[in-house]
T-cell receptor, first 111, second 115 residues
Framework: GEDVEQSLFLSVREGDSSVINCTYT??????LYWYKQEPGAGLQLLTY?????DMKQDQRLTVLLNKKDKHLSLRIADTQTGDSAIYFC???????????FGQGTELSVKP | NAGVMQNPRHLVRRRGQEARLRCSPM?????VYWYRQLPEEGLKFMVY????????ESGMPKERFSAEFPKEGPSILRIQQVVRGDSAAYFC?????????????FGPGTRLTVL
C-alpha cells in the first residue's frame, strides 16, 4: 500500500540540531525525497536518497535511511530561524512515477 | 533557466464556474505532474502527462476534472462546475526524465478559492 507518515510538529532552538522523521510502507520505493515548503510558496527540493544508500550528507543536511524499518530521517545541523517551514518526505516507486507525500512536519525554530 | 511557472497564482471562482490552471515546465522538461494540496494536508498526486499523452491519471477525480499537455504551449488543468471542496493549492511539477535525473521540480502553485 501507499502510505507515508510524519509527525506534524517539531520545535527547536536556534543553533540546535533538528531531526525530522518519516516512515513509509512500500519496500519497493526506489527514491526518497525531502522537500521544504515556506508559507504561501511551492516546494523546494532539499535532497534525495536512492534506496540502495544508507546515508547522504549535503552541507547542513544529513539523510539517514533504514530500509529494514522503512524509516527515513532528515537532520538539519545548526538550525536557523530561516529553516522554519514545513518539511515533506516523499517516496517514488519507479522512474518517472508519481510521488507519495507525507502530511508534512512543521518545524518552528525559536531564537 | 527559469523554473516551473504557474499562472494564475491566485484564482477566485464562484460555484459552478470553470477554473483553468496553467503550467509551463522548465526548459527541456517534457514531463508534467499535477498535485493538489488541501488545507493542512500533504500533496496528493492527480495526473502525469507527457506531450500530447496522459500517462497516469489515477489520482484525478472521475468527473469535472481534466488535464492536457499539448505539443505547443503550457499544460492545462481544467475544473468544470467548481464546488467549495475544490478550494486548494494546485501544484505542477516537471521532470526531464533523463537517465540519472527524473527529479520533479515544483512550481509556486495556484491557490484556488471557490466562493
Amino acid at each position: 500500500g501507499e502510505d507515508v507518515e510524519q509527525s506534524l510538529f517539531l520545535s527547536v532552538r536556534e543553533g540546535d540540531s533538528s531531526v525530522i522523521n518519516c516512515t513509509y510502507t512500500d519496500s519497493s520505493s526506489t527514491y526518497l525525497y525531502w522537500y521544504k515548503q515556506e508559507p504561501g510558496a511551492g516546494l523546494q527540493l532539499l535532497t534525495y536518497i536512492f534506496s540502495n544508500m544508507d546515508m547522504k550528507q549535503d552541507q547542513r543536511l544529513t539523510v539517514l535511511l533504514n530500509k529494514k524499518d522503512k524509516h527515513l530521517s532528515l537532520r538539519i545541523a545548526d538550525t536557523q530561524t530561516g529553516d522554519s517551514a514545513i518539511y515533506f518526505c516523499a517516496e517514488r516507486y519507479n522512474q518517472g512515477g508519481k510521488l507519495i507525500f507525507g502530511q508534512g512536519t512543521e518545524l518552528s525554530v525559536k531564537p | 533557466n527559469a523554473g516551473v511557472m504557474q499562472n494564475p497564482r491566485h484564482l477566485v471562482r464562484r460555484r459552478g464556474q470553470e477554473a483553468r490552471l496553467r503550467c509551463s515546465p522548465m526548459k527541456g522538461h517534457s514531463h508534467v505532474y499535477w498535485y493538489r494540496q488541501l488545507p493542512e494536508e500533504g500533496l496528493k498526486f492527480m495526473v502525469y502527462l507527457q506531450k500530447e499523452n496522459i500517462i497516469d491519471e489515477s489520482g484525478m477525480p472521475k468527473e469535472r476534472f481534466s488535464a492536457e499537455f499539448p505539443k505547443e504551449g503550457p499544460s492545462i488543468l481544467r475544473i468544470q462546475q467548481v464546488v467549495r471542496g475544490d478550494s486548494a493549492a494546485y501544484f505542477c511539477a516537471s521532470s526531464p526524465l533523463l537517465a540519472g535525473d527524473d527529479t520533479q521540480y515544483f512550481g509556486p502553485g495556484t491557490r484556488l478559492t471557490v466562493l
